[in-house]
């Protein structure tokens, strides 16, 4: 019997851990996938965030480092450094890389490393119990919110990719979403892309991906699909910021 659809090499056998609805898993194969395709699997170094995909280390079949909060980009630094002949990324929630890693994304990508970061936005801190985060949209609700974001106390919400576009070594930067599986192809595209500048020594590459947090938004997992499409995107426009023929 033909094989049509079987688990990439990407990825171990390791069951994911992340809430039903929770979009991480097709992020995960998606990255899986690419570095399979790319054949840079026995190169690639990962490192993990602290966030829901904290433990993206029992699930990425390639090497791994599991950095502080908000340090990921960082680590990655100190590690393309030194073996500059690897493919090394960044996976990152919105909570580690938009509030307490701010700074280290701003820098890696004011630097130019040659480094390709996977950011997951679903607009609230998930593992930490729902809490509002730089990207959580103005009325929206959190447990620190519960009235709603007010930009008056908080300000607006952080578009991390509009931020990144200003920034020279920033070759390529894409938003895209895994909301339909028209959507998630692109996003395939899109993260491939990111990979190939790498490859190709261009510069820093980041992929913003929306997603959902069923748990935390408190709506069913089609729910939130509808509710990210509806209020996400208008906030957050799919489409490519940067290339690297813009960057030179």
């Not at 990962?46 to 090497?63: E, I, K, R, T």
């Not at 130019?112 to 997951?120: L, M, S």
């Not at 974001?149 to 578009?159: I, K």
Request: net charge neutral.
């Amino acid at each position: 019997m033909a094989v049509v659809f079987q688990r990439t090499n990407g990825l171990t056998e390791k069951p994911f851990h992340y809430c039903p609805g929770c979009t991480h898993g097709v992020i995960h194969r998606l990255v899986g996938e690419v570095l399979e395709e790319l054949g840079v699997l026995g190169d690639a170094i990962g490192v993990a965030p602290v966030g829901c995909s904290v433990l993206a280390y029992d699930y990425f079949n390639c090497d791994m480092h599991e950095a502080a909060h908000g340090r990921a980009p960082a680590v990655a630094t100190g590690i393309k450094r030194v073996h500059p002949d690897k493919v090394v990324f960044t996976y990152q929630g919105d909570g580690d890389l938009a509030s307490i890693g701010t700074a280290e994304i701003i820098h890696v990508a004011h630097r130019g490393e040659k480094i390709t970061t996977i950011f997951v936005n679903n607009a609230i801190y998930g593992m930490t119990g729902g809490q509002m985060a730089p990207t959580t949209l103005i009325g929206q609700k959190a447990t620190t919110s519960p009235y709603g974001r007010d930009a008056a106390h908080s300000g607006m919400p952080l578009r991390v990719s509009e931020m990144m576009a200003t920034i020279t070594g920033a070759v390529y930067v894409e938003r895209v979403s895994v909301d339909t599986p028209a959507n998630i192809r692109k996003t395939k595209k899109a993260i491939k892309k990111a990979f190939e500048v790498q490859l190709e020594g261009k510069g820093f590459g980041i992929v913003e991906v929306l997603s959902t947090c069923p748990t935390n938004w408190g709506l069913t997992p089609t729910e939130s699909l509808t509710w990210l499409q509806e209020n996400m995107m208008p906030y957050y426009p799919l489409g490519n910021f940067r290339t690297p023929e813009e960057a030179k």
